[in-house]
């Protein structure tokens, strides 16, 4: 059962190796009910790989993760049900539509066929998906964003507590981040969690009251957003403070320029 208090999602050192090297190096992180919470990290930082282990969909060589008090682990079944999730590279069935695939989705789920049938048009409307639903679109003939709006869609669809969301803002378009944000606004409004990972300070910046800065498989900050960037600064300041900037020296790919 979900507990009344304690952190919505937990991430208790986490620690996940692939060939030897720790991709995930006990990353531990509480994330309170309503937040809103962005992970940022340099490329290959280690955040799909937590993520992945938080959710459900990679095992960890050591750690856990809890979901309203409820155990990942020891209770897959009762964790995921609270839980919306937009994973990494979806692999998403390429020979349904859009609401095909949120009406075998709902079945999943174990949604009641009405339900779904009301939720899945809503969705559909409010992620303007709607139009190549009527026109019987294969997800198959989706653009990159489309998929991502698709996947957000299968991640709301059940109404879960707590969402994360691998960079749900890559790849989409502007008019579609207003709504994906007034989405996610609406969603810790009512009281639910979201996690969102992303490249995009600016992004963050604008969006999320939380923020934990992720890098060689190690939290390196994590608190509000005024805590870890302090009152001058600006969350890029801070990440390249704490990451460490690479500078591109004068001799290097001088060929580019000759
Ligand atoms: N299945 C895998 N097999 C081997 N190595 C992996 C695997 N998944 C991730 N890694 C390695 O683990 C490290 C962390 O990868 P991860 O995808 O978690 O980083 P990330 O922070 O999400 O990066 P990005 O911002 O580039 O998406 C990287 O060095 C990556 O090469």
Redesign the pocket.
């Known amino acids: 059962m979900a507990n009344d208090d304690g952190p919505a999602l937990e991430l208790v050192g986490l620690t996940k190796a ?2 030897g ?1 720790r ?2 190096d006990g990353v531990s992180l509480a994330v309170p009910r309503g937040a809103l919470l962005g992970l940022v ?12 282990m938080a959710v459900g969909l990679l095992r960890p060589d050591a750690g856990t993760a809890r979901v309203l008090g409820v155990d990942m682990w020891s209770d897959p079944v009762g964790a995921k049900r609270l839980l919306g999730v937009l994973p ?1 590279g979806l692999s998403l069935p390429e020979r349904l539509t859009g609401g095909e695939l949120l009406t075998h989705w709902g079945g999943l789920r174990g949604l009641e066929r009405g339900l779904v049938r009301e939720r899945a048009g809503e969705l559909l409307r409010v992620l303007e998906l709607e139009e190549a639903d009527d026109r019987g679109v294969l997800i198959a003939e989706y653009s990159t964003g489309m998929r991502k709006k698709i996947g957000l869609a299968t991640a709301l669809l059940h109404a879960p507590r707590v969402l994360v969301l ?2 749900p803002y890559e790849a989409v378009d502007p008019v579609s981040a207003r709504v994906l944000t007034a989405i996610l606004r609406r969603f810790t409004d009512g009281g639910g969690t979201v996690v969102v ?1 992303s ?1 995009v300070m600016a992004l963050v910046e604008g969006l999320a009251d939380r923020v934990a800065i ?1 890098a060689r ?1 190690r939290v390196l900050a994590d608190g509000t957003l005024d805590g870890v960037r302090g009152p001058d600064a600006t969350l890029e300041d801070t990440f390249v403070r704490l990451v460490g900037a690479r500078e591109v020296g004068e001799d290097e790919l001088a060929w580019l320029s000759s």
Do not use: L
């Open positions: 692939f060939n090297t991709a995930a990290g340099p490329n290959g930082a280690g955040k799909t790989t937590s993520i992945s990494d691998d960079e990972s490249h992720i498989g």
